[in-house]
């Protein structure tokens, strides 16, 4: 039986502004990326997802981001390296405190937005970010997609890279994300199942245009604050067991 991680982004809510549908979404996935209070996320959150994690058994990752309440984490920004180096290791410090008190550990780290994009293609960012995280703990694993500048710095550390690909997001013939704003940018449930099925199964993802890209992936993301993000959630699981795949978060 074929297997794949499904990760889906977290705990997003922020003191009385709610965000997503955790408690809903949390069966049917196997690793979840928490919000650090950078673009989302509090203390209080943070540890209720926590504790949703570990009542279900799904993977816990610190879900990092550039300090941007109020743009959610989308907005570039311009950092040093350094100041990045310690912005990436005190939120994993943050969620790792959280997973500690709830019996558990983290085990990956990955990228927010903003941040997400910006290391994928700088160098110097990308070696900044993957430094944090070996710095903390070697056994973490650092989620990117496929080809991004993080995975090569990742390697260079002798850390574990996870390849990601995304389940409900289009992507263009470049084999890079729509951006946002494009015509089918977001999928509706069932498009992102049957672009689940087509990287999880064939290793082929359908870009906008009609092209075939070559895709390779251990962990599908689904996004947590759209508005459908439970019946996603189950629509995708219930796809991928339909399809003989089990859903199964990676181990070291």
């Not at 950078?38 to 203390?43: I, K, L, N, S």
């Not at 199964?201 to 075939?212: E, F, K, P, Y």
């Not at 699981?237 to 181990?251: G, M």
Request: with cysteine.
């Amino acid at each position: 039986m074929k297997r794949i991680d499904l990760n889906c982004d977290m705990g997003e809510s922020f003191g009385a502004w709610n965000m997503g549908q955790d408690a809903r979404v949390m069966p049917w996935i196997s690793s979840a990326n928490i919000a650090c209070g950078m673009h989302a996320g509090d203390p209080a959150t943070i540890q209720r997802t926590v504790a949703l994690a570990v009542q279900h058994g799904v993977a816990i990752g610190a879900h990092v981001s550039l300090p941007d309440l109020q743009g959610f984490g989308r907005r570039t920004m311009a950092i040093s390296a350094a100041d990045l180096h310690a912005l990436v290791l005190y939120q994993i410090g943050a969620l790792a405190g959280f997973a500690r008190a709830a019996g558990t550990r983290l085990r990956h780290v990955k990228a927010h937005g903003a941040l997400y994009h910006q290391t994928a293609s700088d160098a110097v960012l990308a070696q900044a970010f993957a430094q944090a995280v070996c710095d903390f703990d070697m056994q973490l694993a650092v989620v990117a997609q496929h080809g991004s500048a993080v995975l090569d710095a990742t390697q260079a550390l002798g850390l574990r890279g996870l390849r990601e690909a995304f389940a409900d997001r289009g992507y263009g013939g470049d084999g890079k994300l729509l951006p946002r704003g494009a015509t089918d940018a977001l999928l509706d449930t069932a498009q992102a199942a049957a672009q689940a099925l087509g990287i999880a199964a064939q290793g082929v993802v359908v870009a906008h245009g009609g092209a075939r890209l070559a895709i390779v992936a251990d962990t599908l993301c689904m996004h947590g604050d759209r508005d459908d993000a439970a019946a996603l959630a189950q629509t995708l699981h219930s796809a991928l067991a339909t399809a003989n795949i089990s859903v199964q978060a990676e181990t070291p």
